[in-house]
């Protein structure tokens, strides 16, 4: 086992069966003696065990907050009581007023913000028994403000920074870490289609890499790449008139 900062036994990836996490899942294979990987694509995730040491596949749909129960209760006779959880299943839809679509908003709530509540009502009651564990909650830049075409994602990543923040108030002192990542543009099957410029766009492995690097520095937030993710964070600082004027001239230029 690689020696490391951080010492995780028994690691769980939601959303694991591509893009960042797969990437992590395949970091983590020479970190942790149990990597538990899951999505709803249960080939894939037996392709990624089938050429690695340490995953092991676990096939959920996280928006089934029965089968998620059954799923961490699963890992853990199997693997040990989960040390890391990173809840980083998503899913994104590029969505204007113009193409208001309820289906796709419940979609985006079901599994970005849903799907970590029902991870954390498995999670919490064993983490809290132990005082240790560590959660970290994958949102996004795009959760700092409200962002054009973005009304079924954005407010679902915005909701996860808040969750984090919540519930690291609660959790630090009783033993328990958190973490929130928000990656900038990440090429993945995620953001293949995006017909608009992606700005300090990485590859999943070097998004992967910073997410470890942060975990294993015991980080609250890890945002990446640093720059991009500096500009996104000035947005938070500007005025509403000054950010909607910026906002506006952006659009305006696409
Ligand atoms: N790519 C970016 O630019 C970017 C930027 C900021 C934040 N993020 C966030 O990073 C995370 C990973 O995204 P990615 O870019 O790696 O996208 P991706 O390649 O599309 O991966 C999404 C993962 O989520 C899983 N998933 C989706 N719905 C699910 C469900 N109902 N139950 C269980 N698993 C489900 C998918 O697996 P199955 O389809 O097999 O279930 C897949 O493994 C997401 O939370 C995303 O919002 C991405």
């Known amino acids: 086992m690689k020696q490391t900062q951080a010492q995780w036994k028994t ?14 899942a395949r970091l983590f294979d020479d970190r942790a003696d149990h990597v538990a990987v899951s ?10 065990a089938a050429n690695a ?9 996280v928006t089934d907050a029965e ?3 059954a799923c961490v209760s699963e890992v853990e006779d199997r693997g ?5 959880a990173v809840l980083n299943a998503g899913a994104w839809a590029l969505m204007s007023v113009d193409e208001f679509d309820l289906a796709a908003v419940r979609t985006g709530v079901e599994v970005n913000f849903m799907g970590v509540m029902n991870a954390l009502n498995a999670l919490l009651p064993r983490m809290l028994a132990r005082g240790r564990g560590h959660i970290a909650i994958v949102a996004s830049v795009a959760g700092y403000r409200g ?7 954005g407010p679902t990543k915005a909701a996860l920074i808040n969750l984090a923040e919540t519930l690291n108030t609660e959790l630090a002192p009783r033993g328990i870490m958190v973490s929130v990542v928000n990656p900038g543009f990440v090429d993945t099957p995620m953001t293949r289609d995006n017909p608009f410029p992606m700005p300090g766009l990485i590859g999943a492995r070097q998004a992967a890499e910073y ?13 990446f790449p640093r720059f991009f993710a500096a500009q996104m964070k000035l947005l938070r600082l500007l005025p509403n008139w000054l950010y909607f004027r910026a906002i506006g001239a952006f659009i305006l230029k696409g």
Do not use: M, Q
Request: glycine fraction near 12%; proline fraction near 2%.
């Open 11 to 24: 690691v769980w990836i939601t959303g694991a069966s591509s893009g960042i996490g797969l990437e992590l």
């Open 39 to 48: 999505a709803r694509s249960s080939d894939k995730l037996v392709d990624l």
């Open 53 to 61: 040491t340490n995953i092991h596949g676990y096939a959920v749909d």
């Open 67 to 69: 089968a998620v129960s």
């Open 80 to 84: 040990g009581n989960i040390d890391l």
């Open 147 to 153: 962002l054009p075409r973005s009304l079924a994602y």
């Open 211 to 223: 997410i470890v690097s942060g975990l294993e520095r015991g980080k609250f937030e890890i945002a």
